[in-house]
């Protein structure tokens, strides 16, 4: 069975970054063929995608994110993570970490979410 958890704070103040977490079990971050992707759902907005990290631990990022988003991995730990700077109260959602099959991209393991507020 394979498990994602995201961990991070849930409050952010405007102009900080917002960082997060995914912690992998039953499956290694460095596995062949998938990759590793942050999701994000504003409050009644559609699902986002906003990047992910593929196997060999390069990142790929939505463009209208490029400039904000940064996702890295710690492989050590079975791990990787989201930081998204400069934020909005518009950067307010439930935040996803997923896996990704190498194939045709399915998301086939989610996190169960983890709502973070931008708000001072």
């Known amino acids: 069975q394979v498990q994602l958890q995201e961990s991070g704070p849930g409050l952010v103040k405007p102009s900080q970054t917002l960082s997060l977490t995914c912690t992998i079990s039953?499956?290694?971050?460095?596995?062949?063929?998938?990759?590793w992707n942050w999701i994000r759902q504003p409050p009644g907005k559609e699902l986002e995608w906003m990047g992910l990290i593929a196997n060999d631990g390069s990142p790929r990022y939505d463009p209208s994110l490029l400039s904000r988003t940064s996702i890295s991995r710690d492989a050590s730990k079975n791990q990787f993570s989201l930081q998204l700077s400069s934020v909005t109260p518009e950067d307010t959602a439930v935040y996803y970490c997923?896996?990704?099959?190498?194939?045709?991209?399915?998301?086939?393991?989610w996190g169960k979410g983890t709502l973070v507020t931008v708000s001072s």
């Open positions: 039953g499956d290694s971050i460095t596995s062949s063929y998938y990759s």
């Open positions: 997923t896996r990704a099959t190498g194939r045709l991209s399915v998301m086939d393991y």
